[in-house]
């Protein structure tokens, strides 16, 4: 992906430093990761091209994956599995994840062909313990999505769990088909679904977000999981929707 300096100045470079002036940031967002034998994780090589290797410092690991301050980070190749890809699986361990979870991210090639150029990200696991502050994921992502912009990824993938209707009294509830829209993900959505609840203003809507826009609450009470992307090409509906939920995050949460 071409890095595009105008959108990174006119929206990134605007946002990154009140997302590290946040609390959370200054908290657990610094640059203090371990490997696995307990020795602080100064850097950490990513292979594209033998000519174009990432190197990322400790603070730009932890942004990138998704790893808070204090997390033992181990990376290891994988292969591909039927919700995820084949690829390099950054996992951080810290307190904040909930019990027997880790955090995983997999970085890999999207684009066929014979080049090794890693191109994209895959959120694999992100469970937090009870104890994690609320805002964690919101800030966590906001400075991932910014990271992996600049050092040239085509976007971020997941698979957003769950089903509607949407119940926020049941701790146990897979929620991610109704959050993760809400940060810029986006999927496609087939007519089937939605003539199963027929709306008159869905009948031209063929994604998540168009959904959204057509009818608010559709989503939250008969949407269900699915791989969703957050595309971070410059100028994208995923950037638009991002940029304007940290912005109202940001405000909420005040000085």
């Known amino acids: 992906m071409t890095v595009d300096p105008l959108f990174d100045i006119q929206n990134l470079a605007k946002i990154e430093p009140l997302l590290l ?5 200054r908290k657990y967002f610094q640059g203090e990761l371990y490997d696995g ?7 950490l090589v990513i292979d594209r091209l033998p000519e174009a290797s990432l190197i990322l410092d400790e603070s730009t690991i932890g942004r ?3 790893a808070p301050d204090g997390s033992i980070v181990k990376a290891r190749h994988i292969c591909a599995r039927n919700d995820a890809p084949a ?3 950054i996992q951080s361990s810290s307190v904040l994840h909930a019990t027997g979870e880790n955090g995983s991210v997999i970085a ?3 684009a066929v062909g014979p080049a090794l150029w890693i191109d994209a990200l895959h959120i694999d696991n992100l469970i937090l313990a009870p104890q994690a502050p609320m805002r ?4 966590a992502f906001g400075l991932m999505t910014i990271a992996a912009y600049r050092l040239g990824f085509q976007h971020i993938s997941l698979y957003a769990a769950g089903r509607g209707p949407l119940r926020n009294d049941d701790p146990d509830a897979m929620i991610g088909y109704a959050v993760w829209p809400k940060f ?3 999927a496609p959505v087939l007519p089937v679904e939605l003539n199963r609840f027929p709306r008159p203003a869905l009948a031209r809507a063929s994604a998540v977000q168009d959904v959204l826009n057509a009818v608010p609450g559709w989503w939250a009470e008969h949407g269900s999981g699915r791989t969703m992307l957050f595309d971070l090409n410059s100028g994208s509906r995923s950037w638009s929707i991002l940029l304007n939920y940290l912005y109202a995050a940001l405000l909420e949460d005040g000085p």
């Open 64 to 66: 990138v994956f998704m």
């Open 37 to 43: 034998h307990g020795q602080r994780l100064r850097t």
């Open 136 to 139: 964690l994921a919101t800030i």
């Open 87 to 89: 690829g390099l699986n």
């Open 184 to 186: 810029g993900f986006d």
């Open 108 to 110: 890999f090639r999207e």
């Open 21 to 25: 002036a946040h609390p959370i940031a």
